[in-house]
């Protein structure tokens, strides 16, 4: 599948190079564009998730003006409304969204959208807000990043201990904690502990997320936010049961804890294989979730496709070029909407 996608790039690129993009878009037919973006260039104190591809925030700024050229920016409130049949998005909409509840949302994102008065909405997860927590990915970086090979070699016999109780063997320390999946993240509180890693003291010193004080602000100021998981686990990896207590705890959460009368969902990572009976068991708990497919419908009529553009290194025309001629093909070969499996067969 990935060398058929760089198959397809190599493709389309000198096509999206060439054909205007008016001329795509229009051919594409598609009134609403959904945008996700998470950080900025060189922003996170993560090593590892500093390598991803971002935009700066001139590039992001870049971004604004040409959407601002050839679409009309809407509110998620709009956007709820037009699923829900009460109002007309009208023509060549965009929305944009940002998950993870990252702080760099406020600090650097923010404001140019209000320079530019655009609304967004934003997906959280409920146990990083405060950075009262720490994702278990960004603890294995900080742990494979701080425990020196001296330490590792000093404290052999209690490491080894702790992968043992979970039947890990290998006699690398790093390729044990690399191997460190959700199901079995409490370890890393074990090795945090073993090698004197204060989390709580790493986050006051960069926190990464979002503070309660922050999203209230950001409320007032026109943006929404929503649920994106309790702490963020790839659905592929949890239970159905799971998938529907993290789905469904999280929309809840952020409805109490700010009173909104909406209740919205971003899927973490990839939702390519949630099933649909989890929409269906989500059916009048939550109006719209997301995505990250790319654009075209799904055949979950509130669930909303989103295009990411920030790990293209590429500029937003070209961008969405590309992700117009993929739309058009897939129509061409009958898969316009985005399906989804069954559980029971």
Same mark, same amino acid.
């Given at each position: 599948?990935?060398?058929?996608?760089?198959?397809?790039?190599?493709?389309?690129?000198?096509?999206?190079?060439?054909?205007?993009?008016?001329?795509?878009?229009?051919?594409?037919?598609?009134?609403?564009?959904?945008?996700?973006?998470?950080?900025?260039?060189?922003?996170?104190?993560?090593?590892?998730?500093?390598?991803?591809?971002?935009?700066?925030?001139?590039?992001?700024?870049?971004?604004?003006?040409?959407?601002?050229?050839?679409?009309?920016?809407?509110?998620?409130?709009?956007?709820?409304?037009?699923?829900?049949?009460?109002?007309?998005?009208?023509?060549?909409?965009?929305?944009?969204?940002?998950?993870?509840?990252?702080?760099?949302?406020?600090?650097?994102?923010?404001?140019?959208?209000?320079?530019?008065?655009? /609304?967004?909405?934003?997906?959280?997860?409920?146990?990083?807000?405060?950075?009262?927590?720490?994702?278990?990915?960004?603890?294995?970086?900080?742990?494979?990043?701080?425990?020196?090979?001296?330490?590792?070699?000093?404290?052999?016999?209690?490491?080894?201990?702790?992968?043992?109780?979970?039947?890990?063997?290998?006699?690398?320390?790093?390729?044990?904690?690399?191997?460190?999946?959700?199901?079995?993240? /409490?370890?890393?509180?074990?090795?945090?502990?073993?090698?004197?890693?204060?989390?709580?003291?790493?986050?006051?010193?960069?926190?990464?997320?979002?503070?309660?004080?922050?999203?209230?602000?950001?409320?007032?100021?026109?943006?929404?936010?929503?649920?994106? /998981?309790?702490?963020?686990?790839?659905?592929?990896?949890?239970?159905?049961?799971?998938?529907?207590?993290?789905?469904?705890? /999280?929309?809840?959460?952020?409805?109490?804890?700010?009173?909104?009368?909406?209740?919205?969902?971003?899927?973490?990572?990839?939702?390519?294989?949630?099933?649909?009976?989890?929409?269906?068991?989500?059916?009048?708990?939550?109006?719209?979730?997301?995505?990250?497919?790319?654009?075209?419908?799904?055949?979950?009529?509130?669930?909303?496709?989103?295009?990411?553009?920030?790990?293209?290194?590429?500029?937003?025309?070209?961008?969405?070029?590309?992700?117009?001629?993929?739309?058009?093909?897939?129509?061409?070969?009958?898969?316009?909407?985005?399906?989804?499996?069954?559980?029971?067969?």
């Amino acid at each position: 599948m990935k060398k058929l996608r760089q198959n397809l790039k190599q493709l389309f690129c000198p096509l999206a190079g060439i054909l205007p993009f008016k001329m795509l878009r229009q051919f594409a037919n598609r009134d609403l564009l959904v945008i996700n973006y998470h950080s900025i260039n060189n922003a996170d104190p993560d090593p590892v998730i500093n390598k991803n591809i971002y935009r700066s925030v001139e590039e992001f700024e870049q971004d604004i003006k040409f959407l601002k050229k050839y679409y009309r920016f809407v509110s998620l409130k709009e956007v709820l409304e037009g699923v829900a049949g009460t109002r007309k998005l009208g023509k060549k909409c965009v929305l944009l969204t940002f998950d993870d509840g990252l702080r760099v949302v406020y600090d650097k994102f923010r404001p140019v959208l209000i320079k530019y008065d655009i /609304s967004a909405a934003v997906f959280i997860n409920p146990c990083f807000i405060d950075n009262k927590e720490l994702h278990y990915q960004r603890k294995k970086n900080l742990i494979l990043h701080t425990v020196t090979t001296r330490e590792v070699e000093e404290k052999k016999k209690h490491w080894k201990t702790i992968f043992a109780e979970q039947e890990m063997y290998s006699q690398n320390f790093y390729d044990n904690v690399n191997s460190i999946c959700y199901k079995n993240s /409490s370890l890393l509180n074990d090795l945090s502990a073993l090698f004197k890693i204060d989390i709580d003291k790493y986050l006051n010193r960069h926190p990464i997320y979002l503070s309660s004080d922050q999203i209230e602000k950001m409320m007032e100021e026109g943006f929404y936010f929503g649920g994106h /998981s309790m702490d963020h686990p790839n659905y592929d990896e949890i239970s159905f049961n799971e998938q529907l207590r993290q789905t469904l705890e /999280s929309i809840e959460w952020v409805s109490k804890k700010y009173d909104v009368n909406y209740k919205v969902f971003a899927f973490p990572l990839r939702e390519h294989n949630i099933p649909v009976e989890l929409f269906e068991a989500i059916k009048g708990q939550c109006d719209i979730s997301f995505g990250v497919r790319g654009m075209g419908p799904d055949t979950i009529n509130n669930h909303l496709q989103r295009v990411e553009v920030e790990s293209s290194s590429m500029k937003i025309e070209h961008a969405l070029k590309l992700e117009y001629l993929k739309y058009m093909l897939r129509c061409l070969v009958g898969n316009r909407k985005y399906r989804r499996k069954n559980l029971v067969k």
